[in-house]
């Protein structure tokens, strides 16, 4: 009877094993994620496959023309970002969004969705869109599978395509980067005044943008007076420089690669070579703009 119960219970267990195995999906998950400049993407969706069918057609049994798609299959599409975003010409809050598309041979429209969490387009309502836009499709390179994909332009600009059969319809995806990095540095520098990281972090992003730079050097000269080094030292160099001071800061660059010689920190030989570099053509520069100085100082005595 022992024996019999344990047979039994073993087969029964089999039976529940097997039936928890996972099986192939006619429509798999995917999904990808993208970061552009500071903004995360994601897009969680499933893959269905033409098996010989048609699709975006006005006899379609996939996606046909004039009618809302869930833009995959299975539940509907998930489209989220981590910042405020532009979806084609409308802003649109950081969330989470349901990916909804009306196909057409003209041009699509596109939607985000506040109701995220739907099992296709029975639920959809067109009140709790969060933007709507209009894309025109251009033919490319045949895909049997659908597949969503976005291909950063810039730190500031994307691209997302939907492409199934021959058909890609290219949707345009903006972020405010500069303001959104700035917002946030300028954040971190209130919040911890006497950082140093966070101080040069500041101060290295407007460098690299050009912008506010007597801002960027006065954060450098704090950054110095708190914890001097040969990475402050060299981005108070890059501004001055920028700035045209040239005279100011090549001596500053010098002490950049003096002290960084002596300063037994492993990632200055990354930079020694960028230094090097740029003593070298702010030497050049400042022999040129005292050689210009001079022609104009004789020419004035002629006169």
């Not at 192939?24 to 995917?30: G, I, K, L, N, T």
């Not at 969705?113 to 309502?125: E, I, L, S, V």
């Not at 981005?235 to 040239?246: D, F």
């Not at 960028?274 to 070298?280: D, L, P, V």
Request: glycine content about 6%; some cysteine; aromatic content about 8%.
């Amino acid at each position: 009877m022992k024996k019999y119960l344990l047979s039994v219970c073993f087969t029964a267990l089999l039976a529940t094993s097997s039936m928890s195995q996972r099986t192939p999906q006619p429509s798999p998950a995917a999904g990808v994620m993208q970061t552009i400049g500071v903004t995360d993407f994601s897009i969680k969706y499933s893959k269905p496959s033409l098996k010989g069918r048609k699709v975006f057609a006005d006899s379609s049994e996939l996606a046909p023309y004039n009618q809302l798609w869930r833009t995959g299959a299975n539940m509907a599409t998930i489209f989220e970002s981590s910042t405020e975003f532009s979806f084609g010409d409308k802003k649109v809050p950081a969330g989470k969004y349901a990916l909804f598309s009306i196909p057409s041979g003209a041009a699509w429209t596109v939607i985000l969705n506040k109701n995220y969490n739907q099992p296709g387009t029975n639920d959809y309502k067109e009140t709790e869109d969060a933007a709507r836009i209009m894309v025109y499709p251009t033919s490319g390179e045949f895909t049997e599978s659908f597949k969503i994909d976005i291909s950063p332009l810039s730190d500031s600009s994307a691209v997302m395509d939907l492409a199934w059969s021959s058909v890609h319809i290219p949707v345009p995806l903006s972020v405010s980067t500069e303001s959104l990095t700035m917002t946030a540095l300028n954040k971190a520098v209130a919040e911890k005044p006497e950082d140093v990281a966070t101080l040069q972090s500041a101060a290295g992003y407007m460098l690299s943008k050009g912008k506010d730079l007597q801002v960027a050097l006065s954060l450098a000269d704090k950054a110095i007076g708190l914890k001097e080094s040969f990475s402050n030292l060299w981005l108070k160099a890059q501004i001055l420089n920028k700035l045209g001071k040239v005279n100011e800061a090549l001596p500053v660059a010098q002490k950049a690669l003096a002290t960084g010689s002596t300063s037994g920190e492993g990632s200055f030989s990354f930079y020694k070579g960028q230094i090097e570099k740029g003593i070298a053509e702010m030497q050049t520069k400042a022999a040129s703009t005292k050689a210009v100085a001079s022609a104009a100082k004789v020419k004035k005595k002629k006169k």
